[in-house]
T-cell receptor, first 113, second 114 residues
Framework: GESVGLHLPTLSVQEGDNSIINCAYSNSASDYFIWYKQESGKGPQFIIDIRSNMDKRQGQRVTVLLNKTVKHLSLQIAATQPGDSAVYFC????????????FGQGTTLQVKP | GAGVSQSPRYKVAKRGQDVALRCDPI?????LFWYQQALGQGPEFLTY????????KSGLPSDRFFAERPEGSVSTLKIQRTQQEDSAVYLC????????????FGQGTRLTVV
């Protein structure tokens, strides 16, 4: 069935280093993907999105890469800061008509000072 | 307010009790979603409204779960005869359109059934 999953449950990086969080999806028909950041006790916060007609999209300190051939999505965070510590979820648009999202289980990013 | 507001933030219910969770979406947002997030898991879709119409309720786990949005703005998620497995964070999100549109989440309501 459809699923969106993450390779690693926890990622620990040094402050100032770059972080890469990976995600695999199984539905080849998926055409829209989003990365969310969730801090403890808060709702998911939109980071960046990408449509399936793109391979790469850049935001402020973040880049999302999409490889449709192997159904892989990644989030790159440049110069990781302590404030980046959170759980990161990739999500797939489960319905292009409604915007219903299918989330992965999440990767915890820990930034060491 | 500027964001999605949910109330209460925390709710403790005795097993068998009915609960009602409220969501105030961003003003003017036509789309509203409810998600359930178990501890350590990603959010799971429950139901979707476009204005006052509930267009997708495929994620509601049982007929004990009921959602409404009668005037196309505020929404209420009601859970009847709560069970321990209902314990989770219930998240509401809204967006200005449908389909590939950024959704904004509220802080959620943490429901604990004892």
């Amino acid at each position: 069935g459809e699923s969106v999953g993450l390779h690693l449950p926890t990622l620990s990086v040094q402050e100032g280093d770059n972080s890469i969080i990976n995600c695999a999806y199984s539905n080849s028909a998926s055409d829209y993907f989003i990365w969310y950041k969730q801090e403890s006790g808060k709702g998911p916060q939109f980071i960046i999105d990408i449509r399936s007609n793109m391979d790469k999209r850049q935001g402020q300190r973040v880049t999302v890469l999409l490889n449709k051939t192997v159904k892989h999505l990644s989030l790159q965070i440049a110069a990781t800061q302590p404030g980046d510590s959170a759980v990161y979820f990739c999500a797939e648009n489960g319905s292009s008509n409604t915007g219903k999202l299918i989330f992965g289980q999440g990767t915890t990013l820990q930034v060491k000072p | 307010g500027a964001g999605v507001s949910q109330s209460p933030r925390y709710k403790v219910a005795k097993r068998g009790q009915d609960v009602a969770l409220r969501c105030d979406p961003i003003s003017g947002h036509v789309s509203l979603f409810w998600y359930q997030q178990a501890l350590g898991q990603g959010p799971e879709f429950l139901t979707y409204f476009q204005n006052e119409a509930q267009l997708d309720k495929s994620g509601l786990p049982s007929d004990r779960f009921f959602a409404e949005r009668p005037e196309g703005s505020v929404s209420t998620l009601k859970i009847q005869r709560t069970q321990q497995e209902d314990s989770a964070v219930y998240l509401c999100a809204s967006s200005s359109g449908s389909g590939r549109t950024e959704a904004f989440f509220g802080q959620g309501t943490r429901l604990t059934v004892v």
